[in-house]
């Protein structure tokens, strides 16, 4: 692995780091092999609880690196070959990821932060769908998850204007979770995940995969599976210590089993 995507970590927390700095953290093919590597990582490693996804220098990342164009490959090839993967590996991981974004987060850039857990900014941060400028259209899931998370009219004019969305206004649309001074940002995502991962890893993956589920089904759907995975979760050495933990009034140390 290259010096493109730095893997770190803390007690239970990971931290992947996105770092092409000079070239605004743009994606190459490389690059997206690599990221979908260190995910999967993350996300095998049971000494990992929490992942932090973040980017070197000013930005999280400025999307596709346009100079390197496809590099041989034919767009549909990227897009479910390289970017897919990405994506696939943040949402299907059974622990939550944490996306810090510095500076901005733009096209495939943006598409990868709003496929996160969690999401954190810089204040003087934004997101950027800025596709219409160079007529195509948004890619890397980015219809579908800014549609849902925001709804259709509101998803179409910020992506046909290609208007920056601050932080502040990210934080009120609901596309993030907080907005912290710039200088601040890297220790608040550690010390927001740090805190996360002393919950119970069962229950973090079960909430996931529910939370994930609900997103795109229907309610019966969801019902059914909650209660799958509340059978699977009830009984297990974790639930047993939350519970005796919370009538001993300390507080629990779960295992993750």
């Not at 009830?234 to 009034?249: Q, W």
């Amino acid at each position: 692995m290259s010096d493109m995507i730095k893997y770190a970590q803390d007690d239970a927390v990971a931290t992947i780091t996105i770092n092409r700095p000079d070239s605004m953290n743009a994606f190459t093919s490389e690059m997206s092999l690599e990221l979908q590597l260190a995910l999967e990582k993350a996300g095998n490693d049971t000494s990992v609880r929490v992942v932090v996804l973040t980017g070197a220098g000013r930005c999280f990342s400025a999307g596709a690196d346009l100079k390197s164009g496809f590099e041989g490959r034919p767009v549909s090839g990227k897009l479910q070959f390289e970017y897919r993967p990405v994506i696939t590996a943040i949402m299907m991981m059974p622990k939550p990821v944490i996306a810090a974004i510095p500076g901005s987060a733009a096209g495939i850039g943006m598409s990868v932060a709003l496929s996160c857990d969690l999401l954190i900014m810089a204040d003087d941060a934004f997101l950027l769908s800025p596709f219409t400028t160079i007529s195509l259209l948004p890619d890397g899931g980015l219809n579908w998850l800014l549609v849902r998370q925001l709804g259709y009219r509101r998803a179409f004019q910020l992506s046909v204007e290609s208007e920056r969305i601050g932080a502040q206004q990210c934080v009120d649309l609901g596309l993030a979770n907080r907005a912290v001074p710039a200088d601040e940002l890297q220790s608040a995502a550690y010390d927001w995940a740090k805190r996360i991962s002393t919950r119970a890893p069962l229950s973090l993956a079960a909430t996931k995969r529910a939370m994930r589920h609900a997103a795109d089904h229907d309610w019966a759907s969801s019902f059914d599976l909650e209660a799958e995975l509340q059978s699977e979760l009830v009984g297990s050495e974790d639930n047993i210590e939350g519970v005796r933990a919370f009538f001993e009034k300390r507080a629990p140390e779960f295992k993750g089993k």
